[in-house]
T-cell receptor
């Protein structure tokens, strides 16, 4: 069965360190997204990609970057981790071409910055 | 701009009670509307969706009707079970975007007691 997996599931890091969260999907979807989930805010879009070599900033992109070298993977990098980036991060993918297409989510990565 | 507002939780119900979670939205044009559910420790999964005015989405006993005149998409279930305890997110995908970006409400936590 196709799936979308994130790693690690839990991560504790120190302020100022660079951190990379992995996302891998086997749906063969062109669209991939990174969201962060915080109490009172729901999920907010960080970055997204519509295909290989394409990346775009979302609503809360400051301090984050992504790269898309193949269809399956969209790693999220925190350049210099800050306490404000403590959150739960979700990766998602969907088929391209229609705004009503379902998004499939990974199980999330809980990141704590100390 | 586009936005989604959900009723604040948590919502605590007894088993077999009737559930309503309110959701209203602001958007231009005709967005697609979704309800996603997040069970403890898991990622989000699609519960139901509606893509045009007066459409009713339904799944697992849950229903929601796309009301253009009141810009609402309230989630209902006639008889909740303990297994329905989860966080419920209302979301929209703007009509102008065919690329699957989602705008989420804050989420509503539902706890069902035996």
């Amino acid at each position: 069965d196709a799936e979308i997996t994130q790693s690690p599931r839990h991560k504790i890091t120190e302020t100022g360190r660079q951190v990379t969260l992995a996302c891998h999907q086997t749906w063969n979807h062109n669209n991939m997204f990174w969201y962060r989930q915080d109490l009172g805010h729901g999920l907010r879009l960080i970055h997204y990609s519509y295909g290989v070599q394409d990346t775009n900033k979302g609503e809360v992109s400051d301090g984050y970057s992504v790269s898309r070298s193949n269809t399956e993977d969209l790693p999220l990098t925190l350049e210099s981790a800050a306490s404000s980036q403590t959150s739960v991060y979700f990766c998602a993918s969907s088929e391209q071409g229609a705004h009503q297409n379902e998004a499939f989510f990974g199980q999330g990565t809980r990141l704590t910055v100390v | 701009g586009n936005s989604v507002t959900q009723m604040e939780g948590p919502v605590t119900l007894s088993e077999e009670a009737f559930l309503t979670i309110n959701c209203t939205y602001t958007a231009t044009g005709y967005p697609s509307l979704f309800w996603y559910v997040q069970y403890p420790g898991e990622g989000l999964q699609l519960l139901l969706k509606a893509t045009k005015a007066d459409d009713k989405g339904s799944n697992k006993g849950f229903e929601a009707t796309y009301r253009k005149e009141t810009t609402s998409f309230h989630l209902e279930k006639g008889s909740v079970q303990v297994s329905d305890s989860a966080v419920y997110f209302c979301a929209l995908s703007p009509f102008s975007s065919n690329t699957g970006k989602l705008i989420f409400g804050q989420g509503t936590t539902l706890q069902v007691k035996p």
